[in-house]
């Protein structure tokens, strides 16, 4: 089973997910997987494709946001908040380290809660995002 990182009750986070996590992934209460790695960014990771047929047919909602690793722009951050909105909760996002997920999820949170409040969540569930305070000050 993947390591699943708490941010909030709404929402976690997690490395790489296989298509044999998705049945705990399940099980551990989750109703939305998000999944935020490009198709092909790595040899070992399963299509997303296939992981949203598991999904599927496990009854899990899936979406399909992907962010490329180190270019993440606003439209990424609309689009996962959307995703967020758009389904049932609590949503488990993965990409490969956990790290762009807590990102796209910071980025949704600013405005709504201070930056302190932000980086100690992210740090907490084991993210360094301290890096973004200035992005999350502006809100």
Partial sequence: MA??????PEIAVAPQLRIEDLAA???AGFKTVINNRPDGESMDQPPGAALEAEAKRLGLDYRYVPVVSGAMTMD???AFDAALSETEGPALAFCRSG??????????QAGARSPDEILTIAGN???DLSGMRPYLQRG
């Fill in 25 to 27: 992934v399940k099980e």
């Fill in 3 to 8: 390591d699943i990182r708490t941010l909030t």
């Fill in 125 to 127: 569930a084991g993210y």
């Fill in 99 to 108: 790290t762009r997920s807590a990102t796209l999820w910071a980025f949704t």
């Fill in 76 to 78: 990424d951050v609309t």
